[in-house]
T-cell receptor, first 111, second 113 residues
Framework: TQLLEQSPQFLSIQEGENLTVYCNSSSVFSSLQWYRQEPGEGPVLLVT?????EVKKLKRLTFQFGDARKDSSLHITAAQPGDTGLYLC???????????FGTGTRLQVTL | NAGVTQTPKFRILKIGQSMTLQCTQDMNHNYMYWYRQDPGMGLKLIYY???????DKGEVPNGYNVSRSTTEDFPLRLELAAPSQTSVYFCASSYPHSYNEQFFGPGTRLTVL
């Protein structure tokens, strides 16, 4: 069974602070995605990383795929209240038709 | 396009009752999925389908059944509801020729008392 462990599990910070969320596994993934889920809604895809070492930026969010494609990180610069939500990573093995979802990181950004 | 739609949004069941959660997508996606999300937790895969007439079990299939008669619809059936099935249920779909990037519905919040 593939496991994707996310850390930290919970994070409460003030507006303007920086933070990093980690997604780790002992398995190799062909691609990895990050989703954000706001309260009462379904997850929404933020980004997909495919190549080992790849870095993608989405405004104040920076995503990195580990060189060995076993881990990933999400860095948020100058967090805003609108960043509040549950962040989920999800890995795909080979050309599998399903994803393995991480345990989730719940972020709260206060004024 | 409406994307992925789910009905109902909320439902309360008594122990032993049955119900069907509906899921429809209008993106012509071949792949569809059912997940459950317990409070404060990530997603657990219940069942998935790679096309009409094809379904397969995920991590937590016990107590559930699915069918896939059309590309658009993927209903989830709960037989003999139990308190352990209290959860939020999400349906998702994806296009097979991408990286399996999934589009989620808004969820159904189910309580079994």
């Amino acid at each position: 069974t593939q496991l994707l462990e996310q850390s930290p599990q919970f994070l409460s910070i003030q507006e303007g602070e920086n933070l990093t969320v980690y997604c780790n596994s002992s398995s190799v993934f062909s691609s990895l995605q990050w989703y954000r889920q706001e309260p009462g809604e379904g997850p929404v895809l933020l980004v997909t990383v495919v190549t080992g070492g790849e870095v993608k930026k989405l405004k104040r969010l920076t995503f990195q795929f580990g060189d060995a494609r076993k881990d990933s990180s999400l860095h948020i610069t100058a967090a805003q209240p609108g960043d509040t939500g549950l962040y989920l990573c999800a890995g795909r093995t080979g050309t599998a038709s399903k994803l393995t979802f991480g345990t989730g990181t719940r972020l709260q950004v206060t004024l | 396009n409406a994307g992925v739609t789910q009905t109902p949004k909320f439902r309360i069941l008594k122990i032993g009752q049955s119900m069907t959660l509906q899921c429809t997508q209008d993106m012509n996606h071949n792949y569809m999925y059912w997940y459950r999300q317990d409070p404060g937790m990530g997603l657990k895969l219940i069942y998935y389908s790679v096309g009409a007439g094809i379904t397969d079990k995920g991590e937590v299939p016990n107590g559930y059944n699915v069918s896939r008669s059309t590309t658009e619809d993927f209903p989830l059936r709960l037989e003999l509801a139990a308190p352990s099935q209290t959860s939020v249920y999400f349906c998702a779909s994806s296009y097979p020729h991408s990286y399996n990037e999934q589009f989620f519905g808004p969820g159904t919040r189910l309580t079994v008392l």
